[in-house]
């Protein structure tokens, strides 16, 4: 869960937005892997859609 706290508490300068087809969505990186998350500012909250290694991470 530490690796998951670095982008919850300040998500916007942690990720860089990604682009078509992962629009509204950032990326952390952290090592090896990939945290796909996106931004909820009006409740609060970060909703993590995945962790994968950085290889599958922008697979479908």
Do not use: Q
């Not at 300040?10 to 090592?31: C, I, M, N, Q, W």
């Amino acid at each position: 869960m530490e690796t998951v706290a670095g982008p919850i508490s300040t998500p916007h300068r942690v990720g860089k937005p990604l682009v078509e087809p992962f629009d509204g969505f950032y990326s952390a990186r952290r090592g090896t892997y990939r945290i796909v998350y996106r931004i909820n500012d009006d409740k609060h909250a970060v909703e993590i859609h995945s962790v994968r290694h950085r290889r599958d991470a922008y697979r479908s």
